[in-house]
């Protein structure tokens, strides 16, 4: 399975910015996929997941503000992000599992770098 994440760049805060995530060698309909984040020196952190048929699962810290979706004849998935602040500044990486269901990500995607300006 190969992931490609595109969209990241430097925003003010309070902008939005999408990312996608394109997908390669695996039915992509019948994946969990899901976005997670990192800071260096931090844990990388789960962001949000949506599965096959659609049912969604946001962090704590992004919700009412992103929303996962999919396009499942692309094999794309997106994340949009609004009302960015500074702290949801890191490397966003796309993710993907071996099963329709949620639960831990079996691959990753190289990784967008997102920067909210103050």
């Known amino acids: 399975v190969q992931l490609q994440a595109s969209g990241g760049g430097l925003v003010r805060a309070g902008g939005p910015l999408r990312l996608s995530c394109a997908t390669s060698g695996r039915t992509f309909s019948s994946s969990y996929m899901g976005w997670s984040r990192q800071n260096p020196g931090k844990e990388r952190e789960f962001v949000a997941g949506i599965t096959w048929t659609g049912g969604t699962f946001y962090a704590d810290s992004v919700k009412g503000r992103f929303t996962i979706s999919r396009d499942n004849a692309k094999g794309t998935a997106y994340l949009q992000m609004n009302s960015l602040k500074p702290e949801d500044t890191a490397v966003y990486y796309c993710?993907?599992?071996?099963?329709?269901?949620?639960?831990?990500?079996?691959?990753w995607g190289q990784g967008t770098q997102v920067t909210v300006s103050s």
């Open positions: 993710a993907a599992r071996n099963s329709r269901y949620s639960g831990p990500f079996d691959y």
